[in-house]
């Protein structure tokens, strides 16, 4: 289980870091969930002069922050920041941090990912699962293009997958285009928890897995509806 924001358009990026750090360090926490800390590995991506850049590490999001560079990603206008729990104890390691990447086609594709889909693997005709969020990755991109990449795709996918998953929520991203996805199943056992936050003013947009009063008050943040996409445009 995870944490992560987007932010997208004029905005401070170490005010977007500490509030990864705050959600990583459970000071934040006001949802249903049990899980509160998420210490198992963390990841950020931004847009640099038309390249993505990315960051991987283990460990807390709290011990790495003072050692990135945050003057690099002062000019960017997209960012998001992923800090795990990892759910299986097996799935621990730089491996395992987000976001992960893929290549389809012409396309390649990286993700953040909120949620355990334990079943997803029985799409790809494995035998048993793996890593669940990278069988995710591969299920959703491959064998599509970002022109197709629609909520009505998105939900005859996750139609698709048997039940027992937690949640999907997730940040897609490709270098000309980037996506927030809210969904998960009826039967989620937490929907805070498993629920994003939207956060909209004239020049800024925040994705949230929770709302963050540093960045904006509360009335300035909605729960986002099941099945929600938010896309943004990545061209400078």
Same mark, same amino acid.
């Given at each position: 289980?995870?944490?992560?924001?987007?932010?997208?358009?004029?905005?401070?990026?170490?005010?977007?870091?500490?509030?990864?750090?705050?959600?990583?360090?459970?000071?934040?926490?006001?949802?249903?969930?049990?899980?509160?800390?998420?210490?198992?590995g963390?990841?950020?991506?931004?847009?640099?002069?038309?390249?993505?850049?990315?960051?991987?590490?283990t460990g807390t999001? +709290?011990? !790495?922050?003072?050692?990135?560079?945050? *003057?690099?990603?002062?000019?960017?206008? #997209?960012?998001?920041? %992923?800090?795990?729990?990892?759910?299986l104890?097996?799935?621990?390691?730089?491996?395992?941090?987000?976001?992960?990447?893929?290549?389809?086609?012409?396309?390649?594709?990286?993700?953040?990912?909120?949620?355990?889909?334990p079943?997803?693997?029985?799409?790809?005709?494995?035998?048993?699962?793996r890593?669940?969020?990278?069988?995710?990755?591969?299920?959703?991109?491959?064998?599509?293009t970002?022109a197709?990449?629609?909520?009505?795709y998105?939900?005859?996918?996750?139609?698709?997958?048997?039940?027992?998953?937690?949640?999907?929520?997730?940040?897609?991203?490709?270098?000309?285009? +980037?996506? !927030?996805?809210?969904?998960?199943?009826? *039967?989620?056992?937490?929907?805070?928890? #498993?629920?994003?936050? %939207?956060?909209?003013?004239?020049?800024?947009?925040?994705?949230?897995?929770e709302p963050?009063?540093?960045?904006?008050?509360?009335?300035?943040?909605?729960?986002?509806?099941?099945?929600?996409?938010?896309?943004?445009?990545?061209?400078?």
């Amino acid at each position: 289980m995870c944490r992560m924001i987007l932010a997208s358009g004029q905005f401070d990026a170490a005010a977007v870091l500490d509030a990864a750090r705050a959600m990583s360090c459970g000071e934040t926490a006001t949802h249903d969930g049990p899980i509160k800390q998420h210490p198992n590995g963390w990841g950020c991506l931004w847009l640099d002069q038309g390249k993505i850049r990315t960051l991987h590490g283990t460990g807390t999001f +709290a011990d !790495a922050l003072p050692g990135i560079d945050v *003057d690099a990603l002062r000019h960017s206008r #997209f960012l998001a920041v %992923h800090v795990r729990h990892a759910t299986l104890s097996k799935n621990h390691g730089i491996e395992f941090s987000h976001p992960l990447w893929r290549t389809s086609g012409a396309t390649q594709w990286y993700m953040m990912h909120n949620g355990f889909l334990p079943t997803v693997y029985a799409q790809l005709g494995m035998a048993e699962s793996r890593f669940d969020s990278a069988e995710y990755l591969e299920y959703i991109v491959d064998q599509v293009t970002p022109a197709d990449f629609t909520r009505d795709y998105l939900r005859s996918k996750m139609a698709r997958v048997s039940p027992g998953g937690s949640a999907a929520n997730a940040i897609f991203v490709t270098r000309d285009k +980037a996506w !927030a996805w809210q969904w998960h199943p009826d *039967d989620t056992p937490y929907p805070d928890y #498993f629920t994003l936050h %939207h956060y909209q003013n004239n020049s800024t947009t925040f994705i949230s897995s929770e709302p963050i009063a540093a960045l904006g008050t509360a009335s300035d943040w909605r729960r986002m509806n099941n099945h929600e996409l938010h896309e943004f445009p990545l061209g400078e």
